[in-house]
């Protein structure tokens, strides 16, 4: 019903991203715009608009956890072949997972299994229409892959129009300013951010990814018209492949062949219709994305940062700013006292999971270390059972966001910072199993939002989580040797380093100019707040509007109990329950 609705909104009522590019357009012609498309997808969507569906399940059907889950009854009713389709087309969407990857594997290996009857779940009519092309393709028969590649471009846009249709339709919870142009504004960007994304999800699937997929095609119809004696639809296909992919050697090579063959001729050489409406939008949509950033991050005068009203900060001072620390980082302390860092670390040791947020794996960074953590949101739930001090939640969510007013204050943010993931985490190593000085790290060198490559570049792209900006750790304690939060390309090329103190706080923006890692913890345990924020409220953190809402109906001074947490051990119980054995993957699923 979405898709048909928007596609129904008639063009002249969507041009407020295109006025929002032009000088004479007037506040109250976007203003009517909106109310006029409003009113047009309302009438339409009238019937649906009484289901109510929460963002959280939308966004688990858009990574695909109903596979997962549905992998896992299959698995129960012993259907390993349906469990097996299940398992891959989870990981068609998910390629870095490494407990399903385990899985599928399994299945494989089940006798009487048959590989070849392993198939996506999800498959879209240009995959399916693409596969056959190549099949064609391989047989020789050009006419007819000709047609089928045809009908693939025209399937994918269509694709890529549903996909970005889907980007606007979210709703954030939590609106942090009553102003509309900051609100539209940031709903905007969150949109365009979404919509950037739609060609690289669309180029992933039959368990890989297609680099460059929609120009691909235009490289296919080249081909299969040349090879059809179709000279000018040949040349059209590489002139369009050439618009979109410019730096091709081989396609201008291709294009210099077809050049000097008899009677071609130069009016040939010019792109499809699609190709340059689809460069012009796409243009329109990153230029757009492009003036709003950098309108949102623009950084006040020193008199607006003087005036900005915050809360207290009680005692944090900076103790190294950008330029001692050769980048834009600061490091700041003050945010805890000892006895509030004391009774943290003793929070951690009594609740923190094993392996949490890392499918249950004890030592996902380092064989010499353990890892645990909690998210605030398995804290909430061990609040309200009076299993978790009321007063030591509450300080772990005043600290969460004291820290992240701080970064978003001296950031000198112009639009709101939401948290992304906040994690409570200690590092331990191990007494046993390595001698003498180690040559590995507790936390390899990484960036937050994109994937470090083996030559230096950082694609930002999934599996990272591209949604963060900026990044924080809050130290607790410093009664350990080691584990040293370093800046810099690797253990080798150190740009700055921070020794861990109770109180003291990291910051930095979250993508490849901060590249970061931790030195060996080499005895003791290390303990910290993590916290990843985003600007974009889509992705804001659950865990946290969850917490906030269940301390809010906690009665203060609440007594400890003395039950055990129900998804430590034993049954895994529901919702975040479930998360505290199965960690923070797993609770999406437990919600399904």
Known sequence: ATYRCHRQVPKTLRYREQCLLVADCTKFEVYEALADEAACLQNCLREWQLVSVSEGTR???GERIPFQYLQKCYSKLGDAKKAASCAYTFLEYNPDHVLMTSYLERYVATPG????????LDQKKYQE??????GLHQRSEYAEECRVVEEVIESYLQAEEDCKILCEDFSPQRIWTRDFPAVARDHLVSALKCKSQCASQLSYFNGRRYQNFFASLYQHLQFCYYHSQNLPKACEANQSFLLLVPDDADMWHNQAFYAQLPNVEEAWFKARKEVVEYLERQQKEQDLLRR?????????????????????????????DERSLNGSRFVAEGFLTEDQCNSLVELAAEVAVAGDGYDGKQSPHSRFETFNGITLGSIAVLTRKGVVDDGLARLLLDTSEQARNYVETYFALRSRLHFSYTHLVCRTAMTVGKEGPRDDMSHAVHADNCLLQPNGDCIKQRPAPIWRDYSAVLYLNNDFKGGDFVFG???DAIEARVSPKCGRMVAFSAGPENLHGVLPVERGRRCALALWFTLDPKYRERDMEFASHVLRKVAPQQRR???????????PGTSYESALKHGARARLSDEL
């Open 561 to 571: 109990s003395t039950a055990p947490p129900e998804g430590a051990r034993g049954d």
């Open 59 to 61: 966004r688990a059907f």
């Open 129 to 134: 229409l693409y596969i056959r092309a190549i």
């Open 489 to 491: 390309r690797s253990q």
């Open 292 to 320: 709003l950033e950098l309108r949102i991050n623009e950084k006040p005068t020193p008199r607006e940062v003087l005036t900005t009203e915050s809360p207290p900060r009680r005692n944090v001072t900076v103790v190294e």
């Open 113 to 120: 299994n048959d590989p070849k009857d392993i198939v996506s």
